[in-house]
T-cell receptor, first 114, second 117 residues
């Protein structure tokens, strides 16, 4: 069975601090895909990144970076120099190669305090 | 502009009434999905459709029904059989059918917040 665990329910940091959101996954598939989505207060889920299981390179996009480690089944997300606009709920998700469905974690609510 | 639209943004329903939530996409995506989100919870899959005139139950399909008569439209009906329908409903679409190219990314609409009075 596939499972995504986001152990941090809620995090608060002061603006400009760095923050890491943890994501641990379980799957028996050898080919799979990992995602991060952002849900701002408006409610719409915004796609941030997709990684496939064969690409363990870390990725950086501006202040966002992702650390994928198959050895620990983790796909962590770091925001550098956080800003108030980063306040949102962040979801990690997993999909198998032959699976049209995505399994979502329960999300981490991030508060960036001014 | 290309995207996914959901209407209405807020919906109020009396107990015992059926209500239909709209989801339209002009992205030419093949697959469409309906999710339910309760406060402090992740997303739970209600129904999904990979092609026109075909759909499959998700994890919490009881009390819901869907249709997929057109590629761009995937309406969700919340029936009176759904015991606790108050929630935030999100529609999503995905470009491909998976297969050898792997899973494609799902893109989401703005959501509909349903409240049962």
């Amino acid at each position: 069975a596939q499972k995504v665990t986001q152990a941090q329910t809620e995090i608060s940091v002061v603006e400009k601090e760095d923050v890491t959101l943890d994501c641990v996954y379980e799957t028996r598939d050898t080919t799979y895909y990992l995602f991060w989505y952002k849900q701002p207060p408006s409610g719409e889920l915004v796609f941030l990144i997709r990684r496939n299981s064969f690409d363990e390179q870390n990725e950086i996009s501006g202040r966002y970076s992702w650390n994928f480690q198959k050895s620990t089944s983790s796909f962590n997300f770091t925001i550098t120099a956080s800003q108030v606009v980063d306040s949102a709920v962040y979801f990690c998700a997993l999909s198998g190669r032959r699976d049209d469905k995505i399994i979502f974690g329960k999300g981490t609510r991030l508060h960036i305090l001014p | 502009d290309g995207g996914i639209t959901q209407s209405p943004k807020y919906l109020f329903r009396k107990e015992g009434q059926n209500v239909t939530l709209s989801c339209e996409q002009n992205l030419n995506h093949d697959a469409m999905y309906w999710y339910r989100q309760d406060p402090g919870q992740g997303l739970r899959l209600i129904y999904y459709s990979q092609i026109v005139n075909d759909f499959q139950k998700g994890d919490i399909a009881e009390g819901y029904s869907v249709s997929r008569e057109k590629k761009e439209s995937f309406p969700l009906t919340v029936t009176s059989a759904q015991k606790n329908p108050t929630a935030f409903y999100l529609c999503a679409s995905r470009p491909g059918l998976g297969g050898s190219s792997g899973a494609d990314t799902q893109y989401f609409g703005p959501g509909t917040r349903l409240t049962v009075l």
